[in-house]
């Protein structure tokens, strides 16, 4: 056991004072914070500009329909034809004109109305013209069949049915997304800390093997001892470097902010679908987010993070850890990592495609068992409400495959650990196994 902590300690001494280590982790922050930064700096000069559009009304029938936005300017052309009309867009240098020719029927106008423009508009721009377009035709069209429009929209009942457990909890749409987004970005967030960290661990191992290090550390260390000290120092810099990371991007996001004065949440898809918003509907949904973020099972959903995290990873590094000790190079790996990703790949598909839509169907339910797919699909479940004894089910399951992979995983970093100039076969490695 006292080999064992020498090792860890060797390993992540090792890593944390490696030049490149301490560069990537104090200059990632920086890089991730400057992005952000920017994102958000191009969507305020974004939200700033102001469409300018023209509108051509030969029928008549949209002079008060078009509501002037922060960000949406419509004016009026009448008195002209469409080709002055569009000599006049080009040369202003408008957004856009909007033509809306006089036709004998609504049917064919529907068909008639054209937007020119330079380049293709922006399709939310679209989307709103449209609508408030055939919202108009559509009342007219009511009209003149003796219908009253504003009758039928006060007849016209709006129903989100109340969503309740049979234990009488409440649930709703917003808390399933929240769900969703919590589960998405915990699978998410191991599946990149296995990749980054196992590729580290693996690189170590073929380091100290070429350099012929391992050849003195082996002669006074069991190679499983040897293994577990790699995969816990590696994974303990890992953990460090990500704590530094997350200290640095909430320090730097708060003085950049400040600083420059910059607004994260200007940083959205499109502008025009905030001006379309009801006023304090973006303040209720925050709340409405706030309330359905209490009611998740915080506790349970830390406590079982950090547990599907650590045992996922230690899972999977002992793996890599295994294949930097049968190869010589790192470009000799890619032959073998293909076992190691489509594991880890069908867990994020089982994931996205079927947790989302039946977190407790049976597929859900037993791709959350098996040990290499279970960290990021129990994960994805718990959010939704998995009993507490098949969590602990499925930890049992993960840690005590974990121990047996290790003991996997020894058998062929004994062999491979000293073998050189040769590139193994599986054959070879399932030779290794048995002696």
Do not use: C
Request: glycine content about 6%.
């Amino acid at each position: 056991m006292n080999h064992l902590t020498l090792i860890i300690k060797r390993e992540y001494l090792t890593k944390v004072r490696n030049k490149s280590f301490i560069v990537m982790t104090f200059l990632s922050p920086f890089i991730f914070v400057g992005i952000f930064a920017l994102v958000a700096y191009l969507s305020n000069l974004n939200s700033d500009t102001i469409r300018n559009i023209s509108v051509l009304d030969e029928s008549g029938l949209f002079t008060d329909e078009f509501n002037n936005t922060p960000h949406t300017q419509y004016n009026f052309l009448t008195g002209i034809d469409l080709k002055e009309a569009k000599y006049i867009a080009e040369t202003e240098k408008v957004y856009g004109l909007l033509y809306i020719p006089k036709v004998e029927n609504l049917d064919a106008l529907s068909k008639a109305i054209t937007f020119y423009s330079e380049d293709a508009p922006a399709m939310s721009l679209m989307s709103e013209i449209n609508k408030m377009l055939e919202s108009k035709v559509n009342t007219v069209k009511l009209k003149a069949a003796g219908i009253d429009s504003e009758a039928i929209k006060n007849l016209r009942i709006s129903i989100s049915a109340n969503q309740e457990t049979f234990k009488g909890k409440e649930t709703s749409k917003l808390g399933s997304g929240i769900k969703v987004v919590f589960g998405g970005a915990a699978g998410y967030l191991l599946f990149m800390f296995i990749i980054i960290y196992g590729n580290m661990i693996m690189r170590s191992v073929i380091e100290e093997k070429t350099s012929r290090v391992i050849e003195v550390i082996i002669s006074s260390v069991k190679p499983r001892l040897l293994l577990l000290g790699k995969i816990f120092g590696t994974t303990l810099a890992g953990i460090t470097q990500f704590m530094v990371w997350v200290v640095l991007i909430l320090v730097l996001t708060t003085v950049v902010t400040s600083i420059f004065g910059i607004d994260p949440a200007t940083a959205t898809p499109s502008q025009q679908m905030l001006d379309t918003s009801v006023n304090g509907g973006t303040q209720q949904m925050m709340q409405s987010v706030l309330l359905e973020i209490n009611n998740l099972p915080l506790t349970n959903l830390i406590v079982m993070f950090i547990l599907f995290f650590v045992g996922g990873y230690l899972l999977y590094a002992s793996l890599y850890a295994s294949i930097g000790a049968a190869v010589d190079s790192e470009t000799d790996t890619q032959q073998f990592m293909m076992p190691i990703l489509m594991p880890l790949i069908l867990a994020v598909y089982v994931g996205v495609f079927t947790v989302i839509d039946n977190p407790h169907g049976t597929v859900s339910q037993v791709f959350s068992y098996i040990p290499f797919t279970s960290p990021v699909v129990m994960l994805m479940r718990i959010p939704f409400g998995v009993p507490l004894w098949q969590q602990l089910v499925s930890v049992a399951i993960l840690f005590g495959s974990f121990i047996g992979m290790v003991w996997f995983a020894a058998k062929i970093y004994r062999v491979g650990i000293l073998m050189y100039g040769k590139k193994p076969t599986y054959k070879e490695i399932f030779k290794w196994l048995k002696y």
